[in-house]
């Protein structure tokens, strides 16, 4: 017996949340440590830990957000509250952020990091909830993996969109300045843009009601959260997952400084997003048909393999020809299409067979570690970038003074936008291959929750 499908609308409506998560997961990362050293004349060290810290706090915050959600009763159900609170909050504080007024760099730093802080936290609310979703809707493998191909296709639109507008607003791919009253622009647009995501996500999952019949986890969070560290397939996953995230957060901080300092054309920022994401688009059914024929851990471990190319391909950046470049940033971004949407619905079948042994309604705590996870290695690429930055001697400017930069610098820019994250991802595969929750386990589990028998022939069993 099979779960229902979901229709189109709830499909794409909630693949519509991914403009904002995409949006915000890449703006700040591609613009806000530029912003602070190229803009507001913040030095590198202490322009990274401006990033890092705010969603160092999200690390704290998720968890909690996501028990909270496990225990909310409301019409709306448990999430959609949680989920409305963000949208109305968080693209707000991220408008402000970009609006620094005339202060002195230590005071425009210190503004800078609490407006980050509170739309970091706006996004918590929203996040925590919305991927949690997934795995309370439906009860079938693929259809979680199908809503993921639709997330992830949105996800990837939304990095497009916003890796190429955002710079042109801010004016950052003119000559490399940029100008504060631009980037006061950019974050008008790109908040408004965010809402419109948040709330269609909102909207589209009015109607639709849970399959997993579950009821809030007892305890408090602390009770929660060790009961999820007993559950392997997750932490493995999870941690993968963390590793992975800083790896792009690499990429992401480093590719205006990539593009204007070794590329040695600003407007290139533009054509490497560019390259990496219409590969991606286009790779995802490709990823989808893999997930299913061999299983999703083995399409995920391909996945990130070609994402390790073509990073590895960027590190040799200084002896390249500028057309090779580009080939391997397109690689890295077909592998990126398989990192982004295999891991969340491996996600979605770890908390559905959390669910199907437990009986409680767990999956906000999950996702609230989750996206904690996520938060923390998109923050620690920044942060490691800027720290690179700094032990390479680069030297900031404001947006009228800008300065040559020294050979330690480049080497550093070329080491953090291309060979940490090939070494990061090096690091992730062995984590990614203890992940071994199979889809013929995860049917069983359905079949023993819903007290019927199990049908072997239901399942498409991974390969171990």
């Not at 909690?64 to 959609?80: F, N, Q, V």
């Not at 909050?89 to 730093?109: D, K, Q, V």
């Not at 990073?311 to 391997?328: K, T």
């Not at 999956?363 to 942060?383: D, Q, S």
Request: hydrophobic fraction near 55%; glycine fraction near 12%.
């Amino acid at each position: 017996m099979s779960a229902p499908l979901l229709g189109a609308r709830v499909r794409i409506g909630y693949g519509l949340g991914s403009f904002a998560t995409g949006t915000f997961g890449t703006v700040p990362g591609l613009l806000l440590l530029y912003y602070l050293t190229d803009i507001l004349g913040v030095a590198a060290g202490l322009a990274g830990l401006l990033v890092f810290l705010p969603k160092a706090w999200d690390v704290l915050l998720n968890p909690w957000i996501g028990s909270l959600s496990d225990r909310t009763e409301h019409r709306w159900g448990p999430r959609r509250p949680w989920m409305l609170l963000g949208a109305l909050t968080m693209p707000l504080c991220f408008a402000a952020m970009f609006a620094a007024p005339g202060l002195e760099r230590g005071w425009a730093a210190g503004y800078v990091a609490v407006l980050f802080l509170l739309a970091a936290s706006g996004y918590a609310c929203f996040q925590v909830p919305y991927v949690a979703l997934p795995a309370e809707l439906t009860a079938d493998p693929d259809e979680r993996a199908r809503i993921m191909s639709w997330r992830v296709a949105f996800l990837g639109a939304a990095i497009l969109l916003s890796g190429a507008v955002a710079p042109l607003l801010a004016g950052a791919t003119d000559d490399g300045s940029g100008t504060r009253g631009g980037y006061r622009l950019m974050g008008v647009v790109v908040g408004a843009l965010l809402c419109a995501g948040m709330l269609a996500a909102f909207a589209a999952t009015a109607r639709v009601h849970g399959v997993l019949r579950t009821t809030g986890a007892p305890g408090g969070l602390v009770v929660q959260l060790r009961a999820a560290r007993s559950h392997r397939p997750f932490l493995w996953l999870l941690g993968a997952f963390v590793v992975q995230a800083a790896a792009t957060g690499l990429m992401l901080a480093g590719t205006q400084y990539f593009a204007t300092y070794i590329l040695g054309r600003p407007s290139a920022t533009t054509l490497l997003f560019a390259c990496l994401i219409v590969p991606s688009l286009l790779a995802m059914p490709l990823w989808l048909a893999a997930g299913r024929r061999t299983g999703k851990r083995a399409a995920a471990l391909t996945a990130s393999v070609c994402f390790l190319a073509g990073a590895l391909v960027a590190a040799a950046a200084r002896e390249l020809p500028a057309a090779a470049v580009y080939g391997g940033v397109a690689l890295a971004g077909v592998g990126y299409a398989g990192m982004q949407m295999l891991p969340m619905a491996m996600l979605g079948d770890a908390i559905a067979a959390d669910a199907f042994t437990h009986g409680r309604r767990r999956a906000g705590l999950f996702t609230g570690l989750w996206t904690a996870g996520e938060t923390l290695g998109l923050a620690l690429g920044p942060g490691l970038f800027g720290l690179v930055l700094s032990l390479g001697g680069f030297v900031s400017s404001d947006a009228a003074h800008r300065v040559a930069q020294p050979g330690s610098a480049l080497t550093a820019i070329v080491v953090g936008f291309g060979a940490l994250p090939a070494a990061l991802l090096l690091v992730s595969l062995p984590l990614l291959a203890r992940y071994r929750l199979s889809e013929s386990e995860l049917v069983r589990l359905r079949d023993a929750s819903a007290g019927r028998p199990h049908d072997p022939s239901a399942a498409t069993v991974e390969r171990p």
